[in-house]
């Protein structure tokens, strides 16, 4: 689709700064016929992604069932010790981690090894294609790769540090909650409602805290994601239209409008490691 609109970028420049056309239905053709290219990508890519989407959702699906089963089967042939060793009186922790991983499992597997599968094939492509295009451009976005990897890592560390202790926190309160309601004569008859409201406020106390910090982390590398896309559009425009006077003096340059356009369009997306949504991608080209 870069490729495509770069073509398209070129023709319409042709036409708007030509003194004189010839033909000018002829431009109109070269661009209707470039549209109807994107069409067809359209098309394409519609029924991939849902085939895509579909058959990945069903394999996560699936692999979630036969875990959850073999997890409470690998549970039940447990000596009572193991209980009382890993998971102490908090019973309702089981089910609680239970129901927890078996979602994370199911979210990990499902469309997203298709996502991953799709970013790295486009991180791939949009390289080779930017090098053939321009090579000199191409090489000075390349400092994309470690800037979106260090922001990555570092925020995908914190986020999962954060996110785990808010997930134990929750885990240690359902399970409180759990074996206080479904032994309530007992909770009543010693009076352990306030001391076992406090432990439960405590953890979700915590749970709340990691939570708050997690998404902190969030905003901050959704915010760095931006900042090094439109820092890397400022260096490329700055950069491209340089080589565009360049092949305007000296047209055996190769250079043009398109061609750079291209290579911006595609290496500021590629180099996220994660497709744009459509939304994303056209306010970029306006």
């Given at each position: 689709?870069g490729?495509?609109?770069?073509q ?6 042709d ?13 109109e ?13 359209a098309?394409?890519?519609f ?5 895509y ?10 692999l979630a069932q ?40 199911q ?10 599968i799709?970013s ?11 090098f053939i295009?321009?090579?000199?451009l191409a090489?000075m976005l390349?400092s ?7 922001m990555?890592?570092?925020g ?25 309601l479904?032994?309530?004569n ?13 432990k439960?406020?405590?953890h979700?106390a ?9 998404s902190?982390i969030?905003a ?6 931006y ?5 890397a559009?400022?260096?490329?425009f700055w ?5 565009v006077?360049?092949?305007?003096t000296?047209?055996?340059?190769g250079?043009?409008v398109g ?5 911006v369009?595609l290496?500021?997306?590629g ?16």
């Open positions: 689709m490729i495509i609109f770069g398209l970028v070129d023709d319409m420049n036409t708007t700064c030509a003194a004189e056309q010839s033909d000018p239905f002829a431009y053709g070269a661009i209707n016929d470039k549209v109807l290219k994107l069409v067809y990508i098309i394409g890519a029924c991939l992604i849902y085939i989407v579909l058959s990945w959702s069903l394999v996560s699906l699936r036969r875990l959850r089963t073999r997890y409470v089967a690998a549970l039940l042939r447990q000596p009572p010790a193991f209980f009382d060793a890993r998971v102490g009186a908090a019973a309702g922790e089981v089910s609680s981690r239970l129901h927890g991983d078996m979602t994370a499992i979210a990990g597997t499902s469309e997203k090894v298709g996502i991953l799709a790295i094939s486009f991180f791939v492509t949009a390289y080779v294609v930017a295009k321009e090579a000199k090489g390349i994309l790769i470690p800037a979106f990897l260090i990555a890592f570092i995908g560390f914190f986020m999962q540090k954060y996110g785990g202790l808010a997930s134990d926190g929750i885990a240690k309160a359902s399970s409180i909650a759990s074996e206080a479904s032994h309530v007992v909770v009543q008859a010693f009076g352990a409602a306030p001391r076992l409201e406090a439960f406020a405590a979700v915590e749970a709340r805290v990691s939570g708050i910090k997690k902190v969030a901050v590398q959704a915010g760095m994601l900042f090094i896309a439109y820092s559009n400022a260096l490329a950069q491209g239209s340089r080589m006077v360049e092949a305007v000296n047209p055996g340059s250079s043009s061609r750079i356009y291209t290579v369009f290496l500021v997306d180099s996220s490691l994660s497709p744009n949504p459509p939304e994303k991608r056209e306010k970029r080209a306006n």
